[in-house]
């Protein structure tokens, strides 16, 4: 009898220690998907907002939607860059001098409002105030060179053209791209141009 007591005795002790280390083991899961469930959802998370997701087709419709309020402000402006390009590489061919100072600022304005251009994306700004300022100095800059290729003559700033008439229609041409950029920008800071329409209606869909 003593020997079966010993037994039945041996035998509740050896079930109680199977059943606190099942307690055990499932408490230690259960931590350890607590540790990982942060990274498992920020992972997640991450992945619901890589390309091909609702979320983010929503925002690339939105930024091609204001991207598209600047397109004519970019095109014109790379023909300005282009321009000035061009100017430049003829002037170091016929006469390099002082007067590729000229040229070579339009370069520079033309990258420096393309810059601003493309800064828009990331930011909610609408205005491009330092190309609306770079802009009219630009003009006043291309007058003085009317000026002065109609009073000096060509040899100056265009010593690859026919005569000082061709040179000032081209100064002029360049002002007028600048005045229907400038112009193009204030319409954009005052919300009147065409597209802001259509901007807004992306933004309302995509809310």
Request: glycine content about 6%; some cysteine.
């Amino acid at each position: 009898m003593k020997k079966k007591e010993q037994v039945k005795r041996a035998r509740t002790k050896a079930q109680a220690q199977a059943g606190r280390s099942k307690v055990d083991g499932a408490a230690g899961n259960g931590s350890r998907d607590a540790h990982k469930g942060p990274s498992v959802q920020a992972a997640s998370s991450r992945k619901r907002q890589g390309p091909g997701t609702d979320a983010f087709k929503r925002e690339q419709s939105v930024k091609t939607a204001k991207w598209n309020r600047f397109m004519l402000i970019r095109y014109l402006d790379a023909g300005l860059f282009f321009i000035g390009l061009y100017w430049a590489l003829m002037l170091l061919a016929f006469q390099p001098g002082i007067a590729m100072v000229v040229p070579v600022l339009e370069i520079v304005i033309a990258l420096a409002v393309m810059v601003e251009v493309f800064t828009t994306l990331s930011s909610e700004t609408e205005y491009l105030v330092w190309s609306h300022r770079v802009l009219v100095a630009s003009c006043a800059l291309s007058a003085v060179t009317l000026a002065a290729t109609v009073l000096v003559g060509e040899q100056l700033f265009f010593p690859f053209l026919s005569s000082k008439m061709v040179g000032a229609m081209f100064c002029v041409a360049l002002i007028a791209v600048k005045l229907i950029i400038i112009h193009r920008i204030v319409l954009v800071r005052d919300r009147r141009d065409k597209r802001y329409a259509l901007y807004q209606k992306v933004l309302r869909y995509n809310s």
